[in-house]
């Protein structure tokens, strides 16, 4: 089966949409890099101030590579699981990439990430998964339902979500307050799509199957993560075959997601040269 890829062309960056629905943006010139973007309320590419952040975050990671800035799919049925999820994007890889290729794995897109390396190792050739680990915490878990259930029924719900992304109590239950408020602007119109892939998520478990990971894998986070939580975070390195941990200390959820070091310890894990997986060269 052919593409279907719509692609417009600038002097930096290129978008368009792969295989089974995957909306995705380039930036960068060099060899391809997949980033799998965290959990959204539209499965559309960003715009505005998110795309602009989006791209300053993926600039480091350009000047190397091709970065393609792949959202989940759409049209997602009822009941799709992790596995379902993680095979429409490795019919949309498989059909657009010659050969495997890095993935970086953000958050909730660090799910799919985990579990597209499970499943389908020929395609992934390092594995980089950030503020992500093989299941969410129990903490974070009840979040997520939390902000499901509540736009499911038409309440406002991002509170849930905002007020574990922070180390403190009171910058949580601050940041809390703000999202309550400004819910009802960032709602999508028809939020199916996204409460069938956050719901799958929260049944996603890998724990058992760490070791058919056999990518080299990185796993960065923050000591403070509460919604996939340090231990999951050490488990998931430790647990995979050939991975490895680097923890920021007093550092959150959030707050590895911007961190400074990330792109310095992605890149030089890029760049080392081939391991197999015995972790020799």
Not at 178 to 187: G, K, N, Q, T, Y
Not at 198 to 216: C, I, K, M, W, Y
Not at 222 to 239: C, F, H, K, Q
Request: overall charge positive.
């Amino acid at each position: 089966m052919t593409a279907k890829v719509r692609v417009r062309a600038s002097t930096a960056r290129r978008e368009g949409t792969l295989l089974g629905g995957l909306d995705f943006f380039a930036v960068g010139s060099g060899p391809p890099l997949v980033h799998l973007r965290g959990f959204a309320t539209t499965h559309t590419n960003p715009t505005g101030l998110d795309r602009y952040l989006q791209v300053r975050l993926l600039r480091p990671y350009a000047r190397t590579f091709t970065v393609f800035s792949i959202n989940r799919p759409a049209g997602l049925p009822a009941g799709a699981t992790m596995a379902d999820v993680a095979h429409q994007h490795a019919d949309a890889l498989a059909q657009h990439f010659a050969t495997p290729v890095p993935v970086i794995g953000v958050s909730s897109g660090g799910s799919v990430a985990l579990q597209l390396a499970a499943d389908h190792p020929g395609l992934v050739s390092r594995l980089v998964l950030l503020a992500s680990g093989c299941r969410l915490s129990d903490e974070g878990r009840a979040a997520q339902k939390a902000y499901l259930d509540a736009v499911e029924g038409h309440h406002r719900g991002a509170q849930h979500l905002v007020r574990l992304k922070t180390r403190s109590p009171l910058a949580g239950w601050s940041a809390a307050q703000l999202a309550w408020l400004l819910d009802p602007a960032f709602r999508p119109t028809n939020p199916d799509d996204m409460l069938r892939f956050g719901r799958s998520e929260l049944d996603f478990d890998l724990t058992n199957r760490l070791a058919d990971v056999t990518s080299p894998t990185l796993v960065l986070g923050g000591d403070s993560d509460r919604v996939y939580g340090p231990d999951i975070l050490r488990a998931t390195a430790e647990g995979v075959r050939n991975g490895r941990l680097v923890l920021y200390p007093h550092t959150s959820h959030g707050g590895a997601l911007v961190h400074r070091g990330v792109a310095r310890d992605v890149l030089a894990f890029l760049a080392e040269p081939h391991l197999d997986v015995d972790g020799n060269d």
